[in-house]
């Protein structure tokens, strides 16, 4: 079935430093690729989606493409800031109508100053 | 826009006893509401979906008598956690979509539930 895998956290930066988070995904079809934010003690945000392959979606520095030819979507920031320390949630569109997106695990981010 | 609102935000209840978590879409209408639990190693693990006027769909292992959902609206859903235990304490999230042509799930601030 289909399925997402982010790499573990957590990751701890300094501030300024550049980010990856990989992510990478199974599915059949070609279903629309997420990144949600969750900050301490909140619910998760939408940061950005892109809808098929080669899309690009961005969203306050942060970034990821969506490819095809190696199922990832991996997310990226050139130089991250104090403020980005969050749980960074990758995620899959449903694979039928009216179900759930399917997420991966959650990496953490810490980045210090 | 896009809005989803949570209530109570965090409620301390004794074992034993029922807890009700309100989910609100502010500014859309929700066709399918997603009910989540979080646990502390930050996975978050789906428990059902609702879908208005209907009955909800649960995920494996979760008991539909002890988490009772209700999506009486297209705006509101609400979950009950019905002879609360402390194992049930966790951290429980809602999400809402505006329609099965759209893919985006638009999720609540959370409620934290400590059952004592």
């Known amino acids: 079935g289909n399925s997402v895998t982010q790499m573990e956290g957590p990751v701890t930066l300094s501030e300024e430093a550049f980010l990856t988070i990989n992510c990478t995904y199974t599915a059949t079809g070609y279903p629309s690729l997420f990144w949600y934010v969750q900050y301490p003690g909140e619910g998760l945000q939408l940061l950005l989606k892109a809808t098929k392959a080669d899309d690009k979606g961005s969203n306050k520095g942060f970034e990821a493409t969506y490819r095809k030819e190696t199922t990832s979507f991996h997310l990226e920031k050139g130089s991250v800031q104090v403020s980005d320390s969050a749980v960074y949630f990758c995620?899959?569109?449903?694979?039928?109508?009216?179900?759930?997106?399917?997420f991966g695990k959650g990496t953490t981010l810490s980045v210090s100053s | 826009g896009a809005v989803v609102s949570q209530h109570p935000s965090r409620v301390i209840c004794k074992s034993g006893t029922s807890v009700k978590i309100e989910c609100r879409s502010l500014?859309?209408?929700?066709?399918?509401m997603f009910w989540y639990r979080q646990f502390p190693k930050q996975s978050l693990m789906l428990m059902a979906t609702?879908?208005?006027?209907?009955?909800?769909?649960?995920e494996q292992g979760v008991e539909k008598d002890k988490f009772l959902i209700n999506h009486a609206s297209l705006t509101l859903s609400t979950l009950t956690v019905t002879s609360a235990h402390p194992e049930d304490s966790s951290f429980y999230i809602c999400s809402a979509r505006p329609s099965d042509y759209q893919e985006t799930q638009y999720f609540g601030p959370g409620t934290r539930l400590l059952v004592l």
């Open positions: 500014d859309f209408q929700a066709t399918t």
């Open positions: 609702s879908n208005e006027g209907s009955k909800a769909t649960y």
């Open positions: 995620a899959l569109g449903p694979n039928q109508a009216g179900t759930a997106l399917i």
